[in-house]
């Protein structure tokens, strides 16, 4: 109170001039500065969101199974051809194995997507999993990703405030997501395809009978009418 100068109007004016600006100073600078916080966690929080989204999306991909074989196939699409070509007398066999190899392969390339994300978005012990998997893929040997998925679940509960999975609920081994094959689908598309040109068949024919119907009942129809006209 001591620099406040209240012996008149003008000296308290500028006492009372001088208080506003410092007191908008200190707003501003508040405000800029809860702005910037704000912005800042808002900017965390969609990297954690991204990075919790992606490591979802890895543990979808390499635990999606339970039963059958959990290991992934580390065979190349040229691996295969040389395959085919080995095989080339037995049709019907090397068939049903393209199929089956076909969707082996799309499960390895999903996996290996997963293996990158996890790589560069996951944390130091997700990464060296995933990492000495993807050197068992490139070293041509079956992978197993069930550790990789625990360290994945139990990082994925404790990021959205989960409790752990109870010590005595014991989860059955986890393998890669299988994908859904598309000879089935190419099959049933080509079905419907024939069943549509068969009703587009069918309805031609419908209409070529009934016009031809049409066509004779008018001629017969003409040529009665001109016998009438004769006999009269």
């Given at each position: 109170?001591?620099?406040?100068?209240?012996?008149?109007?003008?000296?308290?004016?500028?006492?009372?001039?001088?208080?506003?600006?410092?007191?908008?100073?200190?707003?501003?600078?508040?405000?800029?500065?809860?702005?910037?916080?704000?912005?800042?966690?808002?900017?965390?929080?969609?990297?954690?969101?991204?990075?919790?989204r992606?490591?979802?999306?890895?543990?979808?991909?390499?635990?999606?199974?339970?039963?059958?074989?959990?290991?992934?196939?580390?065979?190349?699409?040229?691996?295969?051809?040389?395959?085919?070509?080995?095989?080339?007398?037995?049709?019907?066999?090397?068939?049903?194995?393209?199929?089956?190899?076909?969707?082996?392969r799309?499960?390895?390339?999903?996996?290996?997507?997963?293996?990158?994300?996890?790589?560069?978005?996951?944390?130091?012990?997700?990464?060296?999993?995933?990492?000495?998997?993807?050197?068992?893929?490139?070293?041509?040997?079956?992978?197993?990703?069930?550790?990789?998925?625990?360290?994945?679940?139990?990082f994925?509960?404790?990021?959205?405030?989960?409790?752990?999975?109870?010590?005595?609920?014991?989860?059955?081994?986890?393998?890669?997501?299988?994908?859904?094959?598309?000879a089935?689908?190419?099959?049933?598309?080509?079905?419907?395809?024939?069943?549509?040109?068969?009703?587009?068949?069918?309805?031609?024919?419908?209409?070529?009978?009934?016009?031809?119907?049409?066509?004779?009942?008018?001629?017969?129809?003409?040529?009665?009418?001109?016998?009438?006209?004769?006999?009269?």
């Amino acid at each position: 109170m001591r620099g406040f100068d209240f012996s008149s109007w003008q000296a308290i004016g500028t006492t009372l001039l001088g208080l506003s600006l410092i007191t908008i100073i200190g707003v501003g600078v508040r405000l800029l500065a809860m702005m910037t916080i704000q912005q800042r966690r808002e900017r965390e929080n969609r990297q954690i969101n991204e990075r919790l989204r992606t490591l979802i999306a890895a543990y979808k991909t390499l635990g999606g199974s339970f039963t059958g074989d959990l290991s992934v196939d580390p065979t190349h699409l040229r691996d295969l051809r040389r395959r085919a070509a080995a095989q080339a007398d037995e049709g019907l066999l090397l068939n049903a194995e393209s199929a089956g190899s076909e969707r082996m392969r799309r499960m390895r390339d999903a996996v290996e997507a997963a293996l990158a994300d996890i790589i560069l978005l996951g944390t130091d012990e997700q990464v060296a999993l995933a990492t000495s998997a993807a050197q068992e893929l490139v070293a041509g040997r079956p992978v197993h990703t069930a550790e990789l998925v625990v360290a994945l679940r139990d990082f994925i509960r404790q990021a959205l405030g989960l409790d752990p999975v109870p010590a005595g609920v014991s989860v059955p081994r986890q393998g890669p997501t299988r994908t859904a094959g598309s000879a089935g689908r190419g099959r049933g598309e080509g079905a419907n395809e024939r069943g549509g040109r068969g009703k587009g068949g069918g309805g031609m024919g419908m209409g070529m009978g009934m016009g031809l119907g049409v066509g004779g009942a008018s001629v017969g129809s003409g040529g009665a009418d001109s016998d009438a006209r004769e006999g009269r």
